[in-house]
């Protein structure tokens, strides 16, 4: 969740972010990463709404379900949500 903040606003790509964000998920696996936006510190490197699109790009090539764990069914399951 991190990972914006401690970049310069407006000097950052998705392609930049890409390798750890990967690392992340390929290490730990898409079951036990949550997405995190850490806001409002992140808005000292992006806006909320920018993150949000670099890590989409970023997770656009795997696979839907993953995305949707990352995105939704982790945090609704570790939480109990539903």
Do not use: H
Request: net charge positive; with cysteine.
């Amino acid at each position: 969740s991190g990972i914006v903040s401690r970049m310069e606003k407006g000097k950052w790509t998705a392609e930049q972010l890409a390798p750890v964000v990967n690392l992340c998920l390929d290490t730990f696996g898409p079951e036990r990463v949550v997405f995190a936006s850490d806001w409002p510190v992140c808005t000292r490197g992006a806006t909320l709404g920018e993150w949000v699109t670099a890590l989409k790009q970023i997770v656009s090539s795997r696979p839907i379900g993953e995305q949707r764990k990352l995105f939704a069914e982790n945090a609704i399951a570790f939480y109990k949500l539903a």
